[in-house]
């Protein structure tokens, strides 16, 4: 699913946030990226997603190269990821239901299909009932619902999350993160940066290691 053959990534500056990675993650595995602060977790999460593109090095998503997509393909790519960040980015101004939508709207799908998605992606998430509620007056476990609602919402084969529960208390972070592992279990492959070593024990899913922009650890199993 995921190919990074020798990857390194410079930063105007020269800062190297990325140096010399090869990693491959298998289509339908659950995988943590995790390291220190600076490490480039976030960094290899933007390059996959495209928001960054690579110094020196090829990316292969599902076989294709990201080095050969234009600019203006990138959006076709991205349609096939569901991106979840540590801060929501909801739109305040919309109800939840909005939110969650405008991923379908932003690709043209008709109205009642969008009505279908959104649906069930809030019922994945338990938030169903609150649909017409305003992003404001929920929790911070809920406005994250509401951002892996929208990340799934087009049933992506890609899932990628940069610190999820950076900003949750360690009951809900367990729940954000069994939500990952239900989405994994149907299929899709999860890819997930997180500091806190104790909650990816929990888990039991292999974890990449990453220091000073170097791969110190793959518990992947290997793949051709």
């Known amino acids: 699913m995921i190919h990074f053959d020798n990857i390194s990534k410079r930063y105007p500056g020269g800062h190297d946030a990325l140096s010399r990675i090869n990693l491959r993650l298998a289509k339908g595995q659950m995988a943590f990226l995790t390291g220190h602060s600076g490490a480039g977790k976030s960094t290899l999460l933007k390059l996959i997603a495209m928001i960054e593109r690579p110094t020196r090095g090829h990316i292969f998503l599902d076989g294709v190269n990201l080095n050969n997509i234009s600019n203006q393909k990138i959006p076709y790519i991205r349609r096939n990821i569901g991106i979840i960040f540590q801060n929501h980015h909801l739109l305040y101004d919309r109800p939840v239901f909005d939110n969650v939508a405008m991923p379908l709207i932003i690709q043209g799908y008709r109205h009642q299909e969008i009505r279908k998605r959104v ?16 992003p404001i007056t929920l929790s911070g476990g809920e406005q994250q619902r509401v951002g892996i609602a929208r990340a799934i919402v087009h049933k992506p084969l890609l899932l990628l999350a940069d610190e999820p529960t950076g900003n949750l208390d360690p009951e809900l972070s367990l729940e954000i993160m069994q939500l990952f592992a239900r989405f994994n279990q149907v299929g ?27 791969i110190s650890h793959n518990g992947l199993p290997f793949t051709l």
């Open 188 to 214: 899709t492959t999860v890819l997930i940066a997180s500091h806190d070593l104790d909650l990816i024990k929990q888990m039991g899913s292999p974890m990449i290691s990453l220091q000073g922009g170097q």
């Open 119 to 134: 649906r069930a992606a809030l019922n994945q998430v338990g938030l169903l009932k609150k649909e017409k509620t305003a």
